[in-house]
């Protein structure tokens, strides 16, 4: 079948996903609802056929088969529940709550419903993850006993919300290690988390109430894997990004590298002790292949998938490293 789809929220990320699951044929847009104009005619472009909507409320008396959201952080929760109560399937921005209360919750509403759930975890769908993820599973490199995480963003949102904690659900852990955590705990297959130790700071000071971090280093143990986490807001890192995820084993490592500062071109190397070899190089047009496989696994098999499970996991570790 291809399913009809609505769209609520039209900026920039949530077209280019429009775009994305447009191209797979999979999907049509049936309608769509941004609060600024500017953003709801841009989307008018990719589809204007839509009908353009005032309110989430008038999309979900329609007949659709799913909902794709990319609203703010204090609405997924909410807004993905409302779709599963209408019956509709749900593909959302990250992250899928604020906490994990949250998370669970929108994660059995799907169940309830029986319709499918998706969260943009895009970095899972890079070829060099792939790659990388190929040879943990494996087992070519070995037991994987540690894991380092890095992501650097020199900028920082450019929306209020996200500095405020009670919309955001925290600064950048939530924002940018939300990614980090998924791959790794993806990568070694959902293992139980052991320890959590966390410092969280803002402006270069620990993190007081009513803020939200912009730093953060933390290590927690995955498995038999020991995880080390850092990343930030505004890093005077020398370049646009630093993002990496290296898995070391005990016949060999594997790592995820962006090249010259950027947010989206990747390589994949293998490492035998010395030794580098490079599985990957970019171009890879990866930033909708999530959008894109919940869009096919929609035409095909609507109901709900035991994997959403896994986007609980997740969030569970950011809590922890909250201490919440």
């Not at 789809?5 to 429009?18: A, V």
């Not at 049936?30 to 909507?53: F, G, H, N, Q, Y």
């Not at 297959?189 to 953060?216: H, K, N, T």
């Amino acid at each position: 079948m291809t399913a009809r789809l609505g769209f609520l929220g039209t900026g920039w990320i949530g077209r280019q996903r429009m775009e994305a699951m447009l191209a797979t044929g999979a999907v049509e847009a049936v309608a769509l609802c941004d609060p600024s104009p500017e953003c709801a005619d841009e989307a008018m472009k990719l589809a204007p056929a839509a009908r353009r909507l005032s309110t989430f409320a008038d999309m979900l008396e329609l007949d659709l088969d799913g909902v794709v959201i990319a609203t703010p952080s204090a609405l997924h929760a909410a807004q993905s529940s409302e779709a599963f109560q209408a019956g509709k399937a749900v593909f959302c921005q990250k992250p899928l709550g604020r906490d994990a209360a949250e998370a669970r919750a929108v994660v059995e509403a799907a169940r309830v419903a029986d319709r499918l759930l998706g969260v943009d975890l895009s970095y899972r769908h890079t070829e060099a993850m792939r790659h990388i993820a190929r040879l943990v599973q494996s087992g070519a490199l070995g037991d994987v006993f540690a894991v380092d995480l890095t992501f650097h963003n020199a900028y920082g949102p450019d929306k209020p919300w996200f500095y405020d904690p009670v919309q955001s659900g925290g600064g950048c852990v939530v924002d940018l290690g939300v990614h980090l955590v998924d791959l790794a705990l993806w990568t070694l297959g959902f293992p139980d988390i052991g320890d959590v130790d966390a410092r969280l700071m803002s402006g270069g000071a620990p993190l007081v109430p009513g803020r939200v971090e912009d730093y953060a280093i933390a290590r927690f143990s995955a498995g038999a894997a020991e995880v080390r986490l850092a990343c930030s807001w505004r890093l005077h890192a020398g370049r646009d990004a630093v993002i990496e995820a290296a898995f070391y084993g005990t016949q060999g490592g594997a790592a995820l590298r962006n090249i010259g500062g950027s947010f989206y071109d990747f390589t994949a190397e293998r490492f035998d002790g010395t030794r580098a070899r490079r599985l990957i190089d970019p171009p890879d047009l990866w930033g909708g292949r999530a959008a894109t496989a919940w869009a096919e696994q929609l035409a095909r098999a609507p109901g709900f998938d035991p994997q959403a499970e896994q986007f609980v996991r997740s969030t569970e570790v950011l809590d922890r490293i909250y201490g919440r």
